[in-house]
């Protein structure tokens, strides 16, 4: 016999999705350590600036990580100005009798050797792999919330769905099957296209779909949409790319039509949730002005 503990599985969705994340919050601490911010921070607060012109860093860089270290509880954020966590101090300080900071900076040694452990098993990937896996990727996450997400919006009665950047269709298949009467744009880059063009094919959707290749920071919109989607994208722009992209989108639409944005949204302070502050600097590492966004 088994017990119910026992039939319950090892591993979760979540679980193995967290462990293959971990390693944001070990780099966002061992660049704390390489710039000396734990230091810098405790003898009193500092804003940004201050601690960016002792570090001689990039403000706003320094500011995504800074906001990243408050929201990992290593730094405390109050009025825009930060010191170092008190027991964080006693460890990472340089001048603290029981700092492990030396310990700390030397994993940080070893970061690059370790992201070579998948060439030296294997040699390179190839680039395409790559962009299959990031789209592919991008299915997984949403499958699963795609139902709630429409659920939520209620497109009862919107007629051409806009879905922008819609990657392979996760988002626009769910809305089409929410609503059989609606019909549907998906946009995005022309190789993502074709994968797009696979999964609609193979829900069978392909005559309620236009695939439209094309990039929306250089390319005009499909117009007369009454509904237009944008998730995961807003963090990938800067604020002023956004700025654009939305009147893009507006001109899209028809008169009194909706737009609906699913991303991380950040409190005013920027540090909550722990998740938002975090791709924050996954945007600062992987885009040239992208972030994370406050309503």
Same mark, same amino acid.
């Given at each position: 016999m088994t017990t119910k503990e026992n039939d319950?599985?090892?591993? =979760?969705?979540?679980?193995? &999705?967290?462990? =293959?994340?971990?390693?944001? $919050?070990?780099?966002? @601490?061992?660049?704390?350590?390489?710039?000396? @911010?734990?230091?810098?921070a405790a003898a009193a607060p500092l804003t940004a600036k201050q601690i960016a012109g002792r570090v001689g860093a990039d403000l #706003? /860089? @320094?500011? %995504?990580?800074?906001? /990243?270290?408050a929201a990992m509880g290593l730094l405390v954020k109050q009025n825009e100005m930060y010191?170092?966590?008190? =027991? /964080?101090?006693?460890?990472?300080?340089?001048?603290?009798?029981?700092?492990? @900071?030396? *310990?700390? #900076?030397h994993s940080a040694d070893l970061w690059d050797r370790w992201g070579q452990l998948t060439r030296r098993v294997a040699g390179p990937r190839e680039e395409e792999t790559s962009r299959r896996s990031f789209i592919q990727a991008m299915h997984v996450v949403a499958a699963p919330i795609a139902p709630g997400i429409v659920a939520l919006v209620d497109p009862a009665g919107a007629r051409l769905l806009l879905d922008v950047g819609g990657a392979s269709g996760t988002y626009t298949l769910a809305f089409l099957k929410a609503a059989p009467e609606m019909r549907a744009t998906l946009f995005d880059l022309p190789e993502v296209i074709e994968m797009a063009r696979e999964r609609v094919g193979a829900a069978g959707m392909l005559n309620r779909v236009a695939l439209v290749a094309g990039d929306y920071n250089r390319d005009p919109l499909p117009a007369g949409h009454d509904l237009a989607?944008?998730?995961?994208?807003? +963090?990938?722009? =800067? /604020? $002023?790319?956004?700025? &654009? *992209?939305? +009147?893009? %989108?507006?001109a899209a639409l028809e008169p009194g039509g909706r737009i609906v944005v699913r991303d991380h949204v950040l409190s005013p302070d920027r540090i909550k949730p722990r998740s938002g502050a975090l791709f924050a600097v996954n945007m600062l590492v992987g885009t040239e002005g992208g972030n994370s966004y406050t309503e």
């Open positions: 319950q599985p090892k591993w =979760s969705q979540e679980a193995v &999705a967290g462990l =293959s994340r971990a390693f944001m $919050e070990s780099r966002v @601490l061992l660049t704390g350590a390489e710039l000396d @911010l734990f230091t810098a #706003r /860089a @320094l500011t %995504i990580v800074l906001d /990243a270290l010191s170092t966590e008190p =027991s /964080a101090m006693r460890l990472l300080a340089a001048d603290s009798p029981a700092s492990i @900071l030396p *310990m700390i #900076r989607f944008v998730s995961a994208i807003i +963090h990938q722009n =800067s /604020a $002023e790319e956004n700025v &654009a *992209m939305f +009147h893009k %989108i507006f």
